[in-house]
């Protein structure tokens, strides 16, 4: 059975740090690109950030950009996402999604989420 699950997520006050992981079971993430993703009451669910399976190619949206670093860590089948400089329109809950595409199929996963909350 399948699962990545979130921690991390917590209240910060603004300008604060909070660093989530994204931890994978029944599956090797290193074969996979995650991705981090948000989704604040009454919004749809947005990308914030990505990396390729090997770590190599890595994107954020331009909200986070320079505030956010996604990194993996494939020994412990785990992935971060470190947010620096939070700000109140951070707040939302934050999910992880594993995917890949093999042979014509889709391999796709995500975790139950984790909520981060950012005060003014």
């Known amino acids: 059975q399948v699962q990545l699950v979130e921690s991390g997520g917590g209240l910060v006050q603004a300008g604060g740090t909070l660093r989530l992981s994204c931890a994978a079971s029944g599956i090797t993430l290193a074969r996979y690109t995650i991705g981090w993703f948000r989704q604040a009451p009454g919004k749809e669910r947005e990308g914030v950030s990505c990396i390729s399976s090997n770590g190599d190619s890595t994107y954020y949206a331009v909200s986070v950009k320079g505030r956010f670093t996604i990194s993996r860590d494939n020994a412990k089948n785990t992935v971060y996402l470190q947010m620096n400089s939070l700000k109140p329109e951070d707040t939302a809950v934050y999910y992880c999604?594993?995917?890949?595409?093999?042979?014509?199929?889709?391999?796709?996963?995500w975790g139950q989420g984790t909520q981060v909350t950012v005060s003014s």
């Open positions: 999604n594993a995917q890949r595409r093999d042979w014509g199929r889709t391999y796709d996963y």
